[in-house]
């Protein structure tokens, strides 16, 4: 029969362009993400209609009985697609249980009282549940379309680094993470990761690709890594380079030949101890300041003002303390004559613009008075103005920079408890918060919607010192899953990530194994699973990779 064998092919092409279009806008929009999905929603109802007995009706039956009943035979049918679906679904045990999770965060209604916030957390978190419901009822991709998927999404993610480096460069942000918009920089970077990665097998697999392709291969590659430098991407640089080191940990355990073994393992020793002795450095220049003697020190300034020096609060930028050579008249004055931010006021991060002035001019050795504000340049001052409080955390390629930012919080955090502007100090401040939730609520949790106002609670009964805006929720995943199903949900959580690739034996797939490890990284440091494009992210790639696949890859 023509007109269904039509039919199937429509079908089958809105399916694959549900699909095209998540892949390609998962670097770029959260609305063409949800249109992708209602895409290939429509596609997998039709694709059990059963159009011949739709078909049959219409030719069996006179126009006068069909007008009145087409709509509800047509929702008959509809009906009787989907719940053939569903039954598909239910009698695939690791696609169920990877659903699951979903229903955990429905069980969680029953003990909760904000249902505003919990139901529109079950409407993030729905792809849990409909996505491994379409791919695995549906046909799976053989390794020659797989392939060209990829390739896809890794294109996809070069074009969004190259928008996002046009935003670097016309400095069209105040915060280089907003460059990423509407993106998350942290989802990105996951992406990011996870392109580089499959760009890099595609690279060393002898068949399927040409040299040429190859080539374009391998400058994506490279300019992926150049473009997590540039923008000073953490998050992508750190769970980039602990991905390496697992895979090669695991290439060591599995190969059988002896030299290669030896080989990876010297690799990785040679890696991490150029690693550690490079941040040992650094972090030794960091607090390497020249010891103090207030009886040597200038008492004036070149103006003939009398200095104010603060040596017992020791903090440092760059070596140089911060609290040393501050003649408050001079820096007003030499300020307010170069910005149009008075120094009284703000800068663009919301931080009093005073002390991010101080502390950059510590950073550049720079003494806090007219002569030392008269030798910052004008990116300087702009730089400032934008909330930079140190010169190297502008550079693109300091590591050293973010070192710096890493121990001046945790230097803040240690002397003052408060870890506001540091976003490591700020996770430990989450994770504390979370452990005392989970002591306090262990067996059930606190319930889908009541997480936010147990974490503001918490934050109150521990006095901490994190400004109001920046008191949020656990910032890990499983410490989220704890806090909200206590220690039974967050048991039954592991379950259903971990069963479904032990079951199908996916472990070994590297595509699979890939975006596993770069998932569960993702999940120490952030909350993966509570925002549209990270949960998004991370039900696509594990269904698509699990029931999508037909065909593995050994690692």
Not at 25 to 46: R, T, V
Not at 468 to 496: C, D, E, K, M, T
Request: with cysteine; aromatic share 18%.
């Amino acid at each position: 029969m023509m007109v269904e064998k039509y039919f199937k092919q429509v079908v089958k092409g809105g399916y694959i362009t549900g699909i095209i279009l998540m892949i390609i806008f998962l670097p770029h929009s959260k609305f063409m993400l949800s249109l992708a999905q209602f895409i290939i929603a429509g596609a997998w109802i039709l694709e059990r209609f059963n159009f011949r007995k739709f078909m049959e009706y219409i030719h069996q039956n006179p126009w006068r009985k069909i007008i009145p009943v087409i709509i509800p035979y047509s929702l008959y049918l509809v009906f009787s697609s989907i719940v053939s679906g569903i039954r598909l679904f239910i009698r695939n045990k690791p696609a169920l249980i990877f659903g699951s999770i979903y229903l955990l965060h429905v069980a969680g209604l029953l003990y909760t009282t904000d249902f505003d916030y919990a139901l529109k957390d079950l409407r993030t978190k729905l792809p849990i549940l409909i996505l491994p419901l379409y791919f695995s009822t549906s046909d799976v991709f053989g390794k020659k379309q797989f392939y060209w998927l990829i390739i896809l999404f890794a294109a996809s993610v070069v074009v969004r680094t190259l928008i996002n480096s046009w935003n670097l460069m016309a400095l069209n942000y105040v915060d280089i993470r907003d460059i990423s918009r509407p993106i998350s920089h942290v989802r990105l970077a996951l992406q990011i990761s996870l392109a580089m990665f499959y760009l890099g097998f595609f690279i060393i697999r002898k068949k399927w690709f040409t040299w040429k392709l190859k080539s374009a291969f391998i400058i994506g590659l490279a300019w992926l890594i150049v473009y997590l430098i540039i923008s000073r991407s953490t998050t992508g640089l750190v769970v980039s380079t602990a991905t390496f080191f697992i895979l090669m940990i695991i290439l060591i355990f599995r190969s059988r030949k002896t030299w290669l073994k030896y080989t990876l393992g010297l690799v990785v020793f040679i890696c991490l101890a150029g690693v550690y002795t490079y941040v040992s450095k650094i972090v030794k220049t960091y607090y390497s300041a020249p010891s103090l003697d207030i009886t040597k020190m200038d008492r004036y300034s070149a103006k003939g003002n009398l200095y104010s020096n603060y040596p017992k609060l020791g903090q440092k930028e760059n070596g140089n303390y911060i609290y040393l050579y501050i003649q408050w008249d001079e820096l007003k004055s030499a300020w307010n004559k170069r910005s149009k931010i008075k120094i009284d006021s703000f800068d663009r991060k919301n931080q009093m613009i005073q002390f991010t002035l101080i502390r950059y001019l510590a950073s550049k050795n720079l003494r806090k008075d007219e002569a030392g504000v008269e030798q910052l340049t004008d990116e300087d001052i702009r730089n400032i103005e934008n909330g930079t409080a140190n010169v190297y955390y502008q550079k693109k390629f300091s590591i050293r920079g973010r070192i710096y930012e890493f121990l001046y919080g945790y230097d803040n955090y240690h002397t003052t408890g408060d870890a506001t502007g540091s976003s490591a100090m700020q996770r430990l401040e989450y994770w504390k918060a979370s452990a005392g939730i989970i002591h306090d609520h262990w067996l059930t949790g606190v319930g889908t919607g009541d997480m936010n106002e147990a974490f503001q609670d918490q934050y109150k009964k521990m006095n901490s010192k994190l400004a109001i805006g920046q008191r949020w929720r656990s910032h890990n995943q499983f410490l989220s899953i704890f806090v909200g199903f206590g220690v039974f949900g967050f048991l039954w959580f592991l379950f259903a990530i971990l069963y479904p690739p032990l079951a199908l034996r996916k472990f070994p797939d590297i595509f699979f194994l890939v975006f596993f490890i770069i998932a569960m990284i993702s999940m120490i440091p952030e909350d993966t699973l509570e925002s549209q494009a990270g949960v998004t992210f991370f039900a696509f790639f594990y269904s698509f990779l699990l029931f999508a696949k037909k065909d593995d890859d050994p690692v």
